[in-house]
């Protein structure tokens, strides 16, 4: 099976765009690209320690007097200081070693199922709570926010308009659409001390189409409509597995559109879907869309967006003559010819679910009376979809399909930061090049804005280099520098790692700025 796919996936691919081995600093997409820069919060977390006050801070010493110190407060109300940040280090990021090993017959643990679980687990990226529930760890919570940032780009540039719902929805919303009892045993579901009912939501279809259907005065004009959310989600899995991929709590963006007739909702349809193609290659992820099932949710027509990949749990058929690509749900169980160019023969295959897109019609707009005034100045009801990506699945199932057996590999524009700088061990011969180190941090923030923020300073120098480039390889820094006796020579040398490619190179201060000027954040 192996062997036929290896000729059939690059067919079904050759589509999609391709991107360059390094990040480009713009992009095919719509979306507005924004830089990264320094957070006041972000700095409470990494300031330096004593051993690195002298080198990082500018502030008066003990030897200052009165006036002197009074001075230079004051000065400070008029005109910005010229202090550097202080640098990020490695010995302040909170991601404890005793969180990586979790005895593997706990309760906690589960089973170490898959590539992306046993990964973030060992690199403290996550930490087991309740089964099928985790603790993001700061490194991880970075690359969720820059996910949903992009997110953000591409929902907005199609019309997208954020907003936030209550996770806790009543249980009279979901009897009138009878998904109460549909749902069954996966609603999360809890009574208030009244004894109303109430679930968890994992989904909301209901909720939003209620709120729509409370503006009275909503006018054709005002339609499409596109409402979204990034938000928490619950569904009661019967066996959370595979880590972030399939769990009882995660991260969803959700979208619901309001249109004035059928084929303005497949408009609609289409330019929610052109975005997550774009959003997929803005991440260097090789996506297929799949005609899919509507399940639970309802509607005439649905497609899923899938990462392919081994530990998949979706059975896909691929036409091995053209780009027709479905959920075996949707096919007859002995199909083997292409219904789409008839000559094809049909491979199964296995994918991981990150995206999911709906047309319902009049389904939930019917019951809840979302209605608009139409051009007559008469009450319509409005068309709807639905448009589902799970953002931390996303997240798992990227690690999964292009990290290493020993160390995590980011889409670029993840990675929690960007840079790792090494600076020498301790009492080493070019101990000394570690003042220029914290110099290259310093001049990566300074020459190269995108990169503020995104520069850590490994400042663990009680430990070898190697150990140090095992963490690093291990925690998926796109980019390593390492700062040794190549950086006190007369032309400074600086070994630099490009973890995605596992290229190695020695580059001068002036080549290493070029090359990193080319890294692109969101």
Same mark, same amino acid.
């Given at each position: 099976m192996e062997p036929i796919m290896n000729q059939i996936w690059p067919r079904v691919l050759q589509h999609l765009p391709r991107l360059s081995v390094l990040p480009r600093q713009t992009h095919s997409g719509c979306a507005v690209k924004t830089a990264i820069t320094a957070s006041p919060a972000s700095n409470t977390h990494t300031r330096p320690t004593s051993t690195h006050t002298s080198s990082t801070h500018t502030r008066p010493t003990s030897t200052h007097t009165a006036s002197s110190t009074h001075t230079h407060t004051s000065s400070t109300h008029t005109r910005p200081t010229s202090r550097r940040p202080p640098a990020l280090l490695v010995s302040r990021l909170y991601q404890p070693s005793n969180l990586r090993d979790v005895g593997p017959d706990t309760r906690l643990q589960g089973e170490l199922t898959c590539k992306s679980q046993r990964l973030m687990q060992q690199a403290g990226l996550i930490h087991p709570s309740n089964p099928? !529930?985790?603790? =993001?760890?700061?490194? *991880?919570?970075?690359?969720? $926010?820059?996910?949903? @940032? /992009?997110?953000?780009?591409?929902?907005?540039c199609i019309g997208g308009q954020k907003l936030d719902m209550p996770s806790l929805c009543s249980a009279e919303l979901w009897k009138a659409s009878d998904r109460w009892d549909l749902m069954g045993k996966e609603l999360l579901r809890l009574k208030? @001390? &009244?004894? #109303?009912?109430?679930?968890?939501? %994992?989904? &909301? $279809?209901?909720?939003? *189409?209620?709120? /729509?259907? &409370?503006?009275? *005065?909503?006018? =054709?004009?005002?339609? %499409?409509?596109?409402?979204?959310?990034? *938000?928490?989600?619950?569904?009661?899995? %019967?066996? %959370?597995?595979?880590?972030?991929?399939?769990?009882?709590?995660?991260?969803?963006?959700?979208?619901?559109?309001?249109?004035?007739?059928?084929? #303005?909702? &497949?408009?609609?349809?289409?330019?929610? !879907?052109?975005?997550?193609?774009?959003?997929?290659?803005?991440?260097?992820? @090789?996506? /297929?869309?799949?005609?899919?099932?509507?399940?639970?949710i309802g509607g005439t027509l649905s497609h899923e967006f899938q990462l392919p990949a081994e530990?998949?749990?979706? @059975?896909?058929? /691929?036409?091995?003559? !053209?780009?027709?690509?479905?959920?075996v749900e949707t096919m007859t169980s002995d199909a083997t010819d292409c219904p789409k160019c008839n000559t094809g023969t049909l491979v199964e295959s296995k994918g991981i679910e990150v995206g999911h897109t709906f047309y319902l019609g009049k389904k939930y707009s019917q019951i809840f009376n979302a209605t608009f005034s139409n051009a007559q100045n008469k009450p319509s009801v409005a068309e709807m979809g639905c448009y589902g990506l799970g953002v931390t699945r996303i997240l798992a199932a990227a690690i999964e399909v292009l990290s290493t057996e020993e160390g995590i590999r980011w889409p670029g524009l993840l990675a929690p930061y960007q840079v790792c700088v090494l600076p020498p061990k301790k009492g080493s011969k070019s101990d000394e090049a570690t003042v220029l180190a914290e110099e290259l941090v310093s001049t990566l923030g300074e020459t190269l804005p995108r990169l503020r923020g995104e520069v850590v300073l490994d400042d663990r120098t009680q430990m070898t280099i190697g150990k140090r480039l095992k963490d690093a390889n291990r925690l998926g820094y796109p980019y390593v520098v390492v700062v040794g006796k190549g950086a006190l020579e007369e032309m400074p040398k600086f070994e630099v790692i490009c973890q995605q490619t596992g290229e190695t190179m020695f580059l001068s201060k002036e080549g290493l700025l070029d090359l990193l000027g080319r890294v692109e954040t969101v």
């Open positions: 099928g !529930c985790y603790y =993001y760890l700061p490194a *991880t919570v970075r690359a969720m $926010e820059k996910l949903m @940032r /992009v997110i953000d780009q591409e929902m907005q208030d @001390r &009244h004894g #109303a009912d109430y679930c968890l939501a %994992p989904t &909301h $279809e209901e909720a939003v *189409t209620t709120l /729509v259907a &409370h503006q009275t *005065t909503l006018s =054709y004009r005002q339609l %499409p409509l596109l409402l979204y959310q990034i *938000t928490r989600k619950f569904r009661d899995e %019967p066996k %959370p597995k595979y880590g972030l991929l399939r769990g009882r709590e995660f991260y969803m963006k959700d979208m619901y559109s309001f249109d004035v007739s059928e084929a #303005a909702a &497949h408009q609609t349809y289409e330019s929610v !879907c052109e975005a997550y193609t774009r959003l997929f290659s803005r991440l260097g992820l @090789r996506c /297929v869309q799949v005609q899919a099932d509507a399940g639970n530990i998949g749990e979706d @059975r896909l058929l /691929v036409c091995g003559n !053209c780009s027709f690509s479905a959920n």
